[in-house]
């Protein structure tokens, strides 16, 4: 990556931990998101990362986060429970609750814990991949922190990226992580192609006739396309209505876009499953054929011009190794804008 | 639709549980088994419903299906169980693990029950809207009966088109339904299309040199393209796993092709998840916010030449009303499959 230096991952961690206590957050709180952000931007996820910290940050100086929240468990049952939130960091919110899941699980054999009250919490592997460490399945699905798809054949943007992820656990190869969005394309694409004066590809975007859109800088006047047309819809109506309106969180209309308002309460939904293994099988051996589904579709033939077959969470892993050995890029513009936020904030810069 | 007389669902389920009757299947399972496959039928899901019946009964009649299970509980958790369906009719074996999922989702808010040794089971809504029909959510997911599509890049057709279905109950809407393929195109339709003599949309399907396939007749020659790309491909890859794999049931270069191969154990896996909304939420109100759902999408402007927002579950919910109240047509060369069938089997035909 050109005019990207890099950074350590307990560098970035502790500089994370720097900002947000310097905002009130107490020092345990702010070490563990610290460490769950810089955890995302280790794994590749760049825009859920790091790249978000000043949004983090200008909410919580507008009044629109809670840095001591207080988290209620307004429901419980053996394998279920929904979680209030108090308005603090997704991150907290959704660490806690995927704890709570696992700590259910192994004796109930699944358990799935809702959330409501909450905020954006970076990438959904982030929390599916915390039980696959743990010989048990991992199944993340959250409302997303802005609308920008219509329902199928619609114009008015009720829906957002809603987005699934399951992780699974491997042997000797990476996990099988899935982690995708429900639209063709990510909002974070768009605003990539945008900053670097790119065109978009057909197939991402519409306009409000029904035409591709391609120029990133119109993207105001257009959606996102969802993967499939209709299904893709379906599925992110399905996952909305599983992180949101079951948890009582927002969404539809009640959707905060928490880019252009940093103030309004999002009331975010997320919801965690986790599925003991042991309850199928023993989890060696589910390892192991993990293992055998990885080199089933890796001899797979290829198309023309094809030189590998990859599986989900492949990238993530090869990225996380390289990132934990070399260092994490930190691109000049976003190294820039953190320069800033330290001066703002007063506390010490990303080194 | 032209050339299809219609017969009336309780024609249709005695007709089913005749044949399947004089095959050796016990009357009290042939009866449950004739009703969801006719359920199917009047659901509006030609493809799975009696369409399917000469197959079913060929698979009994070449000793590739057991008439007389013995439902095993492999595993047994408070929210979890894998049943073991003894090679039965999949309808059989799903009916059961869906109702012992519920039974134990009462209790413990959700329940995760998956299913090995079982077979063919119709569409995927039949037993994701059982748990709807008692104030839960349904979610199922299976490992599809024969392989029609390659990881993406790939040429060896190691996936199945892997289906999920949620079922989400509300007032006074119809329930919210998705029942989708993980392909663009299920390949019911491809068939279908080729007995139309009909050329297949762009996207379909693609050769092995990656190049558009749109001539049916073709087919052999290429495989089924997964919705969004890589994404569709990693859903079928992780609900396969989830279906198959976790349960010892057939994944990847194991499945059998059942239409291919009517004597070959083909151990199929199923799952089925039910959502005590009680545990989460008042199911009268969460009912009401899934009718707000509803008018939300329904308001939406529309795009140019659209004439009406859809959501999932609502032409099935049409179909059902109309066929209730005016009958199930069945198409003349399926009414001839099926004279022929019971006249093999010495039954009396469908009226």
Known sequence: MPN????????????????????????????????????????????????????????????????????????????????????????????????????????????????????????????????????????????????????????????????????????DFPHIVLDMATTVAAYGKVKTAA????????????????????????????????????KGYGLSLIFGILAGVLNGAAFGKDVVDFNADAASVTNTGHVIMALDIAAFADPAEFRRNIDDVWRQMKSSGHLPGVDEIRLPGERLDRTTRERSEYGIPIPAQLREKLSNLAEELGVEPLT
Chains 1, 2 share one sequence.
């Open 195 to 230: 900053q670097r004066g790119e065109q978009m590809p057909e197939g991402w975007m519409i306009d409000r006739n029904g035409n591709p859109l391609t120029d990133p800088a119109r993207s105001s006047e257009g959606f996102l396309l969802p993967i499939g047309g209709a």
């Open 4 to 171: 990207a230096s890099k950074v350590t991952f307990s560098d970035l961690r502790s500089f994370n931990a720097r900002c947000l206590m310097s905002c009130g957050m107490p020092q345990s709180d702010a070490e563990k998101a610290a460490q769950l952000i810089a955890q995302a931007d280790v794994m590749g996820q760049d825009g859920h990362g790091v790249f978000r910290l000043p949004m983090y940050i200008k909410r919580i100086r507008s009044g629109g986060m809670n840095m001591t929240p207080n988290f209620k468990v307004l429901s419980d049952r053996p394998a279920t429970a929904l979680i209030d939130g108090d308005n603090g960091l997704g991150h907290l919110v959704m660490q806690h609750a995927t704890e709570l899941a696992m700590e259910k699980a192994r004796t109930t054999g699944v358990a799935w814990v809702g959330a409501r009250h909450s905020n954006h919490a970076g990438p959904a592997s982030l929390y599916a991949m915390m039980p696959a460490r743990e010989n048990m399945i991992g199944l993340y699905l959250a409302v997303g922190s802005a609308n920008h798809m219509p329902p199928w054949g619609g114009t008015d943007m009720l829906l957002s990226t809603n987005p699934i992820s399951v992780a699974l656990p491997s042997q």
